[in-house]
């Protein structure tokens, strides 16, 4: 063996098709100095065993984008590197066989349409032409996407790695990494037998072994290895090579074409985990025993489908382990606990698919200092409390592999690992009937049932159960008022003689205002995208308390506090647990407060968008005049330990103004109708405030620096590609989800970002961003005929520039 390097720029650990993808990116991108350390040869992890399907569509575009950039790598690299891959672009089938998988085709076909992706829906008899030996006897119906194939896994493993080695990328196998430096919150190197390395840059692309790596840094990475079978068949009469492969989701199973015969694997509803006590000794090129009494339940689903099988002969029934996570989406970016060590890792069994554009993405991401494009749904912070904890972890992974084929329902809650956080008013709000849904770990209520309704979601792509008592729930926060219990928001404070300046850098909107201001901004990233959207409110004149999502804890408090500007005096903390958050809104709130304090909360003392303490039934309390959902309104930010005392208070002095408690499905019909955008869906890294029509929340016309600033001067000037309206659709039987195509005078323009039902306009609602290449403007918005394509069909719908409901004026608009 060569003697290893001293040092290199970037290591990647692992050499299974994800190292070796990223290796050959960096590579691409210009690095010169890139080592892959393997423990023992290329592809001996999972990548060798893996069946080798590719198909692309992803609920999230980002992802599909991210897939899309594998198929392109995989149609060049035999050419390029001159390693046959087996990669064939053959399509790929999927079959619905009962009404609501139907519906879900058809929605993912308009998804998919959406996303730019070629994707038909067709009879049972065309889906049977184009794969003859299936019975078709219970299908309905059928999606086909032409783009989706099938590789060599090993061959694309190695034909990635050869690709990284021809540019200049050094493989050493046999290199175990048994160690990682960190300094000062930094990682600065890896220890193997074979000696140290210096790097300022670690990749973990260890594959199951990923969190133990991490945990050598100190870094979570939440997944746990599990068993997946397939089995391979001999040639059976009738399976051509240029046979789609397919998937059979009511049937749990999937199937490719393989030497003339067939693999055909699934997703049982009791998976087997494995190694959760650790991992054997050199555990490479091995298998684990073929289980046919675990397998026996996919076998008996799968031959009244394919009755060839019957009859086949059997080559093997192979049993390989893979790392699954918590949520089924993959794992990506830099860890917030170490600068510059980096996690491409837990593939949930679509990493042959994922492997080509993680590693671009990854590769892009450490090149550029951010995420190249929205990633949020396999971003490493999307991780909270409970993923620190592997009992938790397992559980939910458990749920979520044996999910892995059914119906993803709109507004679908998982059961497992619950409940793991609850807010201090849990008990209170469970009696009153709540049905809870789970946000990182945290209880929330989602809507209340009245008595002799049970508080249980029923899942439908229609209207649902719970409709009707969310619309009562809404209805109260705007005739009277509504108590939300908003708990588990993330709450931090910085502090410290710089924290003005140091989030003057930081926030896109001004914030040297007087102490008692709240501040609405976005963090904005070097392109002007949208990072985070938070309140900052100043409580003091060196500190700010910052309230954002409950989801984005560890985004948010990573970003703030790695671009705080080095040797400032401003110190970033998480107060999330020590305080519960009441809000309350409605036009009768003020009236209801006032019998609980006497501190003045007029208009004229506590303006909107202010803030302060004040005593509210003895306790010491802050308020924040701010609202989501279009109403006066107060957060009241109670210490956890008097919260229930506080929250008693209201009912008993609200009983008589209306009060009642209301969940978050309420929030978010509110919050569309008033046009309020959403993180993580109408605002994201791929869209800036401006395009968010949040232009009035930028500085852009102060001298004061601030992080995104030069993007948007450059986008104000030359103009705006894509701008976010609102639409209405007038039919109120239809059900808008998000995802849905929008056509402006017949073109496809985008899609919804968001989208609900209205209780107070009484329609479907839908916030997407409209693109034309060419520039948008309010006359190109406003001049448009719209059409949204809701699984399959297409319905007019109006666009709005304004909100729907404003409360000033009672405005009701659709
Ligand atoms: C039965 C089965 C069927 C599958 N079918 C499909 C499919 O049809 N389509 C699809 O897209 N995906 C499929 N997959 C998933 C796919 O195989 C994996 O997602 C993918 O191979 C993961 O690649 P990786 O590089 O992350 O991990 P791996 O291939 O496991 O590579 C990780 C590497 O890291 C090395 N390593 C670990 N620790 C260290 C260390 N300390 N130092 C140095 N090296 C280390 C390991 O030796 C290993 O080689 C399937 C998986 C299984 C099990």
Same mark, same amino acid.
């Given at each position: 063996m060569d003697r290893l390097p001293s040092h290199a720029q970037v290591i990647v650990i692992g050499g299974g098709i994800v190292g070796s993808s990223t290796a050959y990116h960096l590579a691409k991108l210009g690095y010169r100095d890139v080592l892959l350390l393997e423990?023992?040869? !290329?592809?001996?992890?999972?990548? =060798?065993?893996?069946?080798?399907l590719v198909g692309q569509l992803r609920s999230q575009a980002g992802i599909t984008e991210l897939l899309g950039n594998s198929i392109s790598l995989y149609n060049r690299l035999e050419e390029e590197t001159g390693i046959a891959t087996g990669w064939k672009m053959n399509g790929g089938l999927r079959l619905a066989c009962n009404p609501a998988r139907l519906i879900e085709i058809k929605r993912q076909a308009t998804t998919a349409r959406s996303f730019g992706l070629e994707m038909h829906v067709l009879t049972p008899q065309e889906a049977q032409d184009l794969w003859p030996l299936m019975d078709v006897s219970d299908v309905l119906g059928a999606a086909f996407l032409p783009s989706d194939g099938q590789a060599n896994p090993s061959d694309i493993g190695r034909a990635l790695a050869k690709g990284a080695k021809d540019n200049g990328v050094q493989i050493f196998e046999n290199v175990e990494v048994k160690g990682i430096r960190v300094q000062k919150g930094r990682v600065c190197g890896v220890d193997t037998a074979n000696g140290s390395i210096e790097s300022e840059i670690v990749v973990n692309c260890a594959g199951q072994w990923s969190r133990n790596v991490g945990a050598l840094a100190g870094?979570?990475?939440p997944l746990v290895s599990m068993q997946h079978q397939y089995l391979i068949t001999e040639a059976i009469d009738g399976v051509s090579s240029d046979l789609p492969t397919l998937r059979d989701p009511d049937r749990l199973t999937y199937y490719k074409e393989e030497v003339g015969g067939l693999v055909m694997g699934g997703y049982e509803p009791n998976p087997i985990g494995w190694a959760e006590d650790g991992f054997p000794e050199n555990f490479a090129f091995t298998l684990l025993d073929s289980n046919w009494d675990h397998f026996e339940q996919i076998l008996s689903l799968a031959l009244p489908r394919v009755p060839a099988l019957e009859n086949a002969g059997i080559k093997t029934l192979l049993n390989g382990p893979e790392s699954f996570t918590p949520d089924g989406n993959f794992i990506l970016g830099e860890s917030p606990e170490v600068d510059g060590f980096f996690v491409g890792a837990g593939f949930n069994a679509f990493g042959i698919a994922s492997a080509g554009g993680a590693g671009q993405a990854l590769a892009e991401w450490i090149a550029g200092g951010?995420?190249?494009?929205?990633l949020w749904a396999v971003d490493i912070r999307r991780f909270g409390k409970p993923h620190q904890d592997i009992g938790w972890v397992r559980k939910r992974t458990y749920e979520m592999y044996g999910k892995h084929y059914t119906i993803a329902w709109p507004n679908e809650e998982h059961s497992s690992g619950r409940p793991f956080r609850q807010s201090s008013i849990y008990e209170a709000l469970k009696a009153d009937r709540a049905c809870f849904g789970e946000k990182l770990g945290w209880e929330r209520p989602n809507w209340f049932a009245p008595a002799g309704v049970e508080p249980s979601d029923e899942y439908s792509f229609e209207a649902p159960n719970w409709l009707a008592h969310s619309a009562a729930e809404h209805q109260a926060a705007r005739e009277a008022a509504a108590l939300f219990d908003q708990s588990s928001f993330a709450k931090f404070l910085l502090r410290g003689a710089d924290s003005v300046k140091a989030l003057d850098w930081i926030c896109a909107n001004r914030i040297d205002r007087p102490v008692g201001s709240v501040i609405y901004t976005q963090l904005l990233n070097k392109r002007g995208g949208i990072e985070s959207d938070l309140t900052v409110t100043r409580i003091d004149h060196d500190a700010f308390y910052l309230v954002t999502g409950t989801g984005f804890i560890t985004h948010d408090f990573h970003w703030i506090d790695r671009h705080l500007p080095k040797g400032m005096n401003a110190n970033l903390t998480d107060e999330t647990e020590n305080w519960a958050v009441l809000s309350l809104m409605g036009p009768n709130a003020r009236a209801l407060l006032n019998r609980l304090t006497e501190s003045p909360i007029d208009n004229a003392s506590l303006p909107f968008a202010h803030s302060r303490e004040i005593e509210i039934a003895g306790v010491h309390v802050r308020i924040i005049r701010i609202t989501y959902v279009g109403e006066l309104g107060f957060e009241l930010h109670i210490p956890v330990a008097h919260a229930m005392s506080v929250y008693n208070e209201l009912h008993r002095a609200g009983a008589d103004l209306g009060l009642r408690n209301a969940g978050y499905r309420a929030i978010e019909s509110l919050r569309l109708e008033k046009g309020y955008r959403a993180w993580g869906?109408?605002?994201?890294?791929?869209?800036?405030p401006l395009e968010a029509g949040?232009? =009035?929340?930028?500085? !852009?016309?102060?001298?004061i620096a601030f992080i995104g600033k030069e993007s948007l001067q450059n986008q104000a000037s030359s103009g705006l590609k894509k701008q976010l309206a609102c639409f209405t659709v007038e039919d109120p039987s239809i059900t808008l989800i998000g995802r849905e195509t929008l056509y402006r005078n017949g073109q496809r323009v985008g899609w919804l970002s968001s989208a609900g039902f209205g209780h107070t306009v009484g329609c479907p609602i839908g916030l997407g961003y409209v693109r034309d290449p060419k520039g948008v403007d309010r006359t190109f918005l406003e001049s448009g005929t719209y059409e949204l394509e809701v699984a399959g069909l297409q319905v007019p719908c109006r666009i709005h520039l304004e909100p729907l409901y404003d409360p000033k004026n009672q405005r009701v608009k659709t």
């Open positions: 423990r023992h040869q !290329l592809t001996s992890g999972s990548t =060798w065993h893996a069946a080798g870094v979570n990475v951010e995420p190249p494009y929205d869906s109408d605002l994201t890294p791929d869209h800036t949040l232009g =009035w929340a930028v500085k !852009l016309n102060s001298d």
